[in-house]
């Protein structure tokens, strides 16, 4: 892996921004909106905080992503999200429905409960099942991430913050597109967009996408590349205005993910991963093909309903999950830890029916809210409502293993959430206002567990285990917010987040005597931040600065680790935690057609106490960093759009580079393991018209090889004990051409 310095860079992204600053271009020279497909704070209405507001005016860290910087920063992603947002990680673990979002070291960085995480995502209001957080999002509107406990008003285990993602709505008038694109990894895409009125109060929308491309890390023996790709994404949208004050939009998606075996760093001559080689990423054999399959339906109904003092909302939202997964590891991963031999010239080793691992999960979600918003005077807003949350999901892991372990665990478990909320900004004067919120949230949780043999064999038991737990916890928001000037504001606030407790799904091994699932606390989080957003006087430059502080109290941080013989992750519990830094973004207009913007984040996060140490749970030192928490973190970024005729037409062309920096982080809370820091440059150009768009660009235009990722999974059981380490490796160069026909 490689370390690199950020001091140069770092320099640069402050001298730039000096530079932006102080540019002495006339007004009659600039252009503050829709520069670029960007939107003036002063113009931007959000919705954030569940009531209308201007931008520049919320009072809380959020970066926003409009749809046409979308296009231009080549957003597909979510994880690309995370490159150009302050204070947001999104490691890639190799495997879709294993990544999660952690912001300011808050967060769950393994998450094997389907419903398990610190920063949920939000599709049109609706929440997403964790599982399917990082898949593709197209034809969208924006995306919003916001920083910061958000359960008051995002509800349960917005611990850290919320994603907020709004797709497209139907236009008024008829739209029709297609879109082709073709890579240099043997990958292409298609998509297409349909929109339009049906009737004067019927207007709808449809959009699908197909795409596919070639891994990176060569499969011997079976063939292909671990991380081919073929993905089919749906999706539809209604909006009828039954009346002049009521509205209804329906929505349905749906997705299927295919892939070739999980993303990871291996041995030349075994399965297993391993620290990186020279010379960059190895090869993986394996005497199966390792599938990974995803599919997912959601559906979606919202009422709004606009009275003469306030508006009635009502979310609906269902959502059903299925994912099977096969692995060749069983044999290979016990004939490691035992014997420490290489992964081939046995038998049993090269069975491909006798050492596979294959799991099948499903899990169904249905949520519904309703909520009162309403104005206070003409500087105020309230919002309360009261909302509900079901998740069923069931998980089975099928070990075949003639010599070790051939059985299924079973595992099923059921969630019901009720809260009730309310949210106040109360002007105080023409300039100042106060906000407080409270939520209130009740949990009941169920889990089962049943572990049958299918041989009797070496360490055959059958057995079963029930739990069931209860939650419930009051969050909150105290703050102020005061107008320094006509373009800016200034706010302070206290805030507290939960992540809900459980049970230690990934424990799994009840056949041993005394080895129970356990149950864990919630984790409460609070927050003290203050900060400013707006726009300079002459309207040039957006900016956002703040500064915070986070308590983590009972933090529960589950790792990939080997826990028994088919446990698959331990789970640190009751970590108390501390972080506290500084995030800052900005863009500035040069002139009309020169903008440069730039993110910057500096981060400390540790440690601050821990339980008595145990089998599953080691000893935790006091100041230890969190995972996947870097000290620094920075992205800048350029483009110049300009007027140009071509094919026969009027259109701009435009060339944006950009460079992302990912400092030194922990990959683990003992921090026995790290992951070395990162620089990349993107660069695209492209010529657009109203009719027609073509562009080509470059993702890690330098090539530069980095990790994402890695892991311990486990230590071998021999004279000179082992570490065995996987590493997920960053994406390699990727150069592609694209057309986009608009009708």
Not at 128 to 133: F, K, L
Not at 420 to 429: K, L, S
Not at 486 to 510: C, H, N, P, Q, Y
Request: proline fraction near 4%; aromatic fraction near 10%.
């Amino acid at each position: 892996m490689i370390t690199r310095t950020p001091t140069r860079a770092v320099a640069l992204v402050l001298s730039t921004s000096v530079l932006a600053l102080t540019q002495g271009a006339s007004a009659e020279e600039i252009v503050s909106q829709n520069v670029g497909g960007a939107v003036n704070l002063g113009t931007l209405v959000l919705n954030v905080r569940k009531v209308d507001e201007n931008a520049q005016r919320v009072p809380a860290s959020v970066t926003t992503i409009t749809k046409g910087e979308l296009e231009e920063q080549r957003i597909r992603e979510v994880r690309d999200v995370a490159a150009v947002t302050p204070g947001l990680q999104l490691p890639d673990t190799g495997s879709r429905g294993l990544s999660t979002a952690n912001i300011r070291g808050v967060g769950s960085f393994f998450p094997l409960a389907i419903d398990d995480t610190s920063v949920p995502f939000f599709v049109d209001g609706i929440p997403v099942i964790p599982r399917t957080q990082d898949r593709d999002y197209f034809d969208l509107e924006q995306i919003d991430v916001l920083r910061g406990p958000q359960s008051t008003l995002y509800g349960r285990n917005a611990q850290a913050g919320a994603i907020v993602i709004t797709t497209a709505s139907p236009s008024e008038e008829p739209e029709y597109s297609i879109n082709l694109e073709v890579t240099d990894d043997d990958g292409y895409r298609v998509r297409a967009i349909a929109s339009g009125p049906l009737t004067d109060r019927l207007a709808y929308r449809f959009s699908g996408q197909y795409e596919t491309f070639d891994g990176d890390i060569p499969l011997l023996g079976v063939g292909g590349r671990l991380g081919d790709t073929e993905l089919w994404q749906l999706n539809g949208k209604l909006v009828w205005d039954a009346t002049e004050n009521t509205t209804v939009t329906a929505s349905l998606r749906y997705d299927e993910y295919d892939e070739l075996g999980s993303r990871g760093a291996f041995t030349p001559d075994g399965v297993f991963p391993t620290l990186l080689p020279p010379g960059g990423f190895p090869r993986a054999q394996s005497d199966i093909k390792p599938t990974r399959q995803i599919e997912t339906l959601g559906a979606g109904l919202t009422i709004e309903h606009e009275f003469e003092r306030f508006r009635f909302t009502s979310v609906t939202g269902y959502q059903d999950y299925d994912g099977f997964f096969t692995r060749d590891d069983t044999d290979r991963l016990v004939a490691a830890l035992l014997f420490g031999v290489p992964f081939a010239g046995t038998a049993f080793l090269d069975d491909p029916n006798a050492d596979r691992r294959i799991i099948n999960e499903d899990g169904q979600q249905f949520t519904q809210e309703f909520r009162l918003d309403g104005d206070i005077g003409e500087d105020g807003s309230w919002v309360a409502g009261i909302s509900y949350y079901t998740i069923d999901s069931d998980v089975s892991l099928d070990f075949n293993s003639t010599m070790f372990l051939d059985g299924v665990f079973d595992t099923r478990s059921q969630t019901d959430s009720y809260s009730v909320f309310g949210e106040a900004t109360v002007p105080v004067n023409d300039r100042a206002r106060i906000i407080g919120g409270l939520r209130y949230t009740y949990e009941d949780k169920n889990y089962d567990v049943v572990y049958t043999d299918r041989s009797g064999g070496l360490l055959g038991a059958s057995a079963q285990e029930s739990r069931s737990e209860t939650f419930d916890f009051l969050t909150g928001r105290l703050g102020v917010s005061y107008d320094i000037t006509d373009t800016a504001t200034g706010f302070a606030t206290i805030s507290r987040g939960v992540k809900s407790g459980g049970f230690e799904l990934g424990d799994l091994d009840v056949r041993l005597p005394g080895n129970t699932t356990s149950a864990f606390n919630s984790a409460e989080t609070t927050t003290y931040e203050m900060g400013i957003r707006g726009t300079t006087a002459n309207g040039l430059t957006d900016f956002a600065v703040s500064v915070f502080y986070n308590e983590t109290q009972d933090d529960n941080i589950q790792q990939f680790a080997l826990v028994g013989l088919s446990g698959i992750t331990s789970q640190i519990r009751d970590i108390d935690t501390k972080s506290y830094g500084l995030e800052f973004q900005a863009r500035h207009d040069i002139t009309s057609r020169w903008v440069v913007e730039g993110t910057l984040s500096l981060l400390k996060a540790e440690t601050t106490n821990f339980t008595p140490a145990t089998v599953a749970s080691p000893a935790i030192p006091i100041g230890n960093d969190l995972p996947y928490a870097p000290q620094t973190s920075f992205s800048i970024a350029t483009q110049y759009t300009a007027p140009t005729p071509l094919f026969g037409g009027q259109g701009d062309f435009s060339a944006r580079l950009e460079y992302i920096y990912v400092g030194d982080r922990a990959a683990n809370i003992e921090n026995s393991l790290s992951v070395s820091s990162y620089g990349v440059f993107n660069a695209r150009i492209g010529w657009e018209s109203d009719s027609l768009e073509v562009y080509a660009f470059a993702d890690n235009l330098l090539d530069e090889d980095f990790a994402e990722s890695a892991f311990i999974l486990g230590t071998t059981m021999t004279a000179t004990p082992t570490q065995l380490i996987g590493v997920v490796p960053g994406r390699p160069r990727k150069v592609g051409v694209g057309v986009t026909l608009n009708f």
